[in-house]
């Protein structure tokens, strides 16, 4: 890692005469990923700029250290590559390849599923990225369709080596320790906390991504976590009865229960589901830009032309979510704050559900803005989304700013998202139980055969 002064400007700056940093793509909770250039090439690249403070305060710096070790190892064109690694005394600085077209779970929860023949190609270049990471003693741990993203061309690229661990991190008794992942695409050997080899947990989650790829849907879901682990262990799944049955066959010995008895990647590319195509000479890890046209050309002409009108009344009416989206919004399907120790508080997203209309839910909000003091203020972006701003001399960190957004889940029922923007994370832990939640209160709603009353969760 090359050690840079403290001079660099990230932001519409240049990074040590190599780098034209621009806007942010996107933000997590230690880090925030810009567009940049190479001005020496030329070239596009995500640059991920990591708070040095923040990551140790939280006791994370290895996890940073091993990921970095991780990504430099792993060179292969289905994964996303790391180009270079730079470090100031407070920041450092990941320069990554550029991948424009989203995360693989965006074209599933707009289209529902896919072919067989388009899934069989995206899971062909996962299987391929996965089995050369295992060859190099590399266990992602969190695989799911979020960090599966593709290029231009549609080529299928795996992403977020964050929970990863190497065959150096494996105990005396040859297996790996530490419970981590997402709950809906973990192995059940991994939640049974007795050890599990990391190779085949990674393949029971491959097993959930295919059955997702075909479906459309998780495998294993309920409302209540200790139930959904149940049906892990148990296996208890049921394929649609659109799967073709080579498909039913191989997600069968994928998602087995018992490692033991689980289907091998050597096995695996010896299936007649993987092994089938229109053309004998495809391989293992063929291009998938046929996988995305078969995907592209299979979409209904109606639902073009739905999606048309859909898009022409986005500016007027809040996002319409479907199953997929509301399994992503429950708390309970993402336990990675379990998995953090030293994670600061507060910098979690509310989530609730309400009857009332969005101008009902937006009228309550600038009534909370109100009360944040005398220059608090909402913007609005249009009748989706809501900004609460605090007083300029509001606040540990500056102002806090909070960000609500509006979904649409049924024609009288929403799904309103709120989460810090901006401010100190404890201003805004005490601004959610003290302001927003008691405001809000007599709008959630909560499932009918809920004893206690509907409260909003923080996650």
């Not at 230690?30 to 006791?59: N, P, Q, W």
């Not at 890890?285 to 995907?295: G, I, N, Q, S, V």
């Amino acid at each position: 890692m090359e050690e840079a002064g403290d001079v660099a400007k990230v932001g519409g700056g240049v990074l040590e005469g190599r780098y034209e940093v621009g806007r942010v793509l996107g933000q997590g909770n230690f880090a925030k990923v810009h567009l940049a250039r190479d001005v020496r090439t030329g070239r596009s690249v995500a640059m991920k700029v990591v708070a040095k403070e923040k990551v140790i305060r939280a006791g994370m710096m290895e996890q940073i250290k091993r990921e970095i070790a991780v990504m430099k190892m792993v060179s292969h064109p289905n994964i996303v590559e790391l180009h270079e690694v730079m470090a100031t005394r407070s920041r450092i600085y990941l320069a990554m390849e550029l991948v424009r077209g989203g995360e693989l779970f965006a074209r599933i929860a707009r289209a529902g599923r896919l072919r067989e023949d388009a899934a069989r190609g995206y899971f062909r270049q996962l299987i391929s990225a996965v089995d050369f990471c295992h060859g190099r003693g590399v266990y992602h741990r969190d695989l799911k369709p979020e960090n599966l993203l593709l290029d231009d061309a549609g080529n299928l690229k795996v992403a977020d080596f964050g929970l990863s661990a190497l065959a150096a991190h494996v105990r005396g008794d040859g297996l790996l320790h530490t419970t981590c992942g997402t709950p809906a695409y973990v192995a059940p050997e991994v939640i049974g906390k007795k050890g599990y080899d990391g190779a085949k947990a990674d393949l029971w989650s491959c097993g959930v991504i295919l059955f997702v790829l075909l479906a459309g849907f998780l495998p294993f879901h309920d409302d209540n976590l200790v139930a959904m682990y149940k049906k892990i262990h148990r296996g208890d799944f049921r394929c649609p009865p659109w799967f073709s049955s080579d498909a039913r066959r191989l997600i069968t010995r994928l998602l087995d229960p018992n490692p033991a008895t689980r289907i091998t990647v050597a096995k695996l590319v010896d299936s007649p589901w993987l092994k089938k195509s229109s053309s004998p000479s495809v391989p293992i890890r063929p291009a998938a830009k046929d996988a995305a046209e078969l995907f592209d050309k299979n979409k209904d002409k109606d639902k073009d032309k739905d999606r048309e009108k859909e898009k022409e009344k986005e500016k007027e009416e809040p996002e319409t979510l479907n199953a997929f989206h509301l399994i992503s919004l429950s708390e309970g399907f993402d336990l990675s704050r379990l998995f953090e120790e030293g994670r600061e508080e507060g910098r979690g997203t509310m989530r609730f559900a309400t009857r009332e209309t969005a101008s009902g839910v937006i009228s309550r909000l600038e009534g909370v803005a109100a009360r944040m003091g005398g220059t608090a203020r909402v913007t609005r972006s249009g009748a989706a989304g809501v900004r609460l701003e605090g007083g300029q001399d509001k606040g540990r960190k500056g102002r806090l700013t909070v960000a609500a957004e509006i979904f649409a889940v049924a024609p009288s029922v929403l799904v309103v998202e709120v989460k810090k923007d901006a401010g100190d994370a404890l201003d805004y832990r005490h601004f959610c139980a003290e302001e927003l939640q008691p405001a809000l209160r007599d709008i959630v709603w909560g499932s009918s055969d809920s004893a206690a009353p509907p409260t909003a969760a923080t996650v």
